[in-house]
């Protein structure tokens, strides 16, 4: 299993508010290493969407968010639109003696 | 533009070598970690490794090293990842991608991917 814990699957209706969280341990998100949200549209790279917990990279509109507390971080995503529905993944810094680098297990979002 | 381009999609019997490619431009090649992240078909990402092209210090993930080789060639921008010899389950979409950031390492530009496919 992965290192970070995200539920596999989300689903909301368009316009309405989702969010998916990411829970890891002191040896990551706990140790105050920033979390990074990635999309992945069916069938493409991954891209980032949020970085260093809560920023935006140009280009990405402001109905996605993230936030961060203690071992865990989310993605909030408002005004849902069908072009939303990908894979959503979170990654994160770890010092223990595994990965440098761990990635949540991935989200499925369906827009109903 | 920072763009990084890879190989193309490989089909392979096991047992045999394999080195595919990730080329940089738009940016100092040398002055960026590059790293790899696997995809088994239908799964999530797994980070598989990074390399500092500016004096090729690697670091890879537990779960595969001595598994895969990550190198770099400064003198063209491009980064490999290579098998000495493959296995079905190797089988993946494999993903080069741009590190930054030091310790709170975001991968802020990637690769298209390369598909290896790995079937007697």
Same mark, same amino acid.
């Given at each position: 299993q992965s290192v970070l814990t995200q539920p596999p699957s989300v689903s909301g209706a368009p316009g309405q508010r989702v969010t998916i969280s990411c829970t890891g341990s002191s040896s990551n998100i706990g140790a105050g290493y920033d979390v990074h949200w990635y999309q992945q549209l069916p069938g493409t790279a991954p891209k980032l !969407?949020?970085?260093?917990?809560s920023n935006r990279p140009s280009?990405?509109?402001?109905?996605f968010s993230g936030s961060k507390s203690g071992t865990s971080a989310s993605l909030a995503i408002t005004g849902l639109q069908a072009e939303d529905e990908a894979d959503y993944y979170c990654q994160s810094y770890d $010092? $223990? !003696? $595994?990965?440098?680098v761990v990635f949540g297990g991935g989200t499925k979002l369906t827009v109903l | 533009e920072v763009q990084l381009v890879q190989s193309g999609a490989e089909v392979k019997k096991p047992g045999e070598s394999l080195k595919i490619s990730c080329k940089g431009s738009?940016? /100092? @090649?040398? /002055?960026y970690w590059i790293g790899w992240v696997r995809q088994m078909p239908g799964k999530g990402l797994e980070w598989m490794g990074i390399i500092y092209p500016g004096d090729s210090d690697t670091r890879y993930s537990p779960s595969f090293q001595g598994q895969v080789t990550i190198s770099a060639d400064k003198s063209i921008s491009t980064a490999y990842l290579q098998w000495s010899s493959l296995k079905a389950s190797d089988t993946a979409m494999y993903y080069c991608a741009r590190h930054v950031?030091?310790?709170? @390492?975001?991968?802020d530009y990637w690769g298209q991917g390369t598909l290896v496919t790995v079937s007697s």
């Open positions: !969407l949020i970085y260093g917990n280009g990405v509109p402001d109905r $010092s $223990s !003696l $595994s990965a440098h | 738009g940016y /100092s @090649f040398t /002055s950031d030091g310790y709170n @390492f975001r991968l």
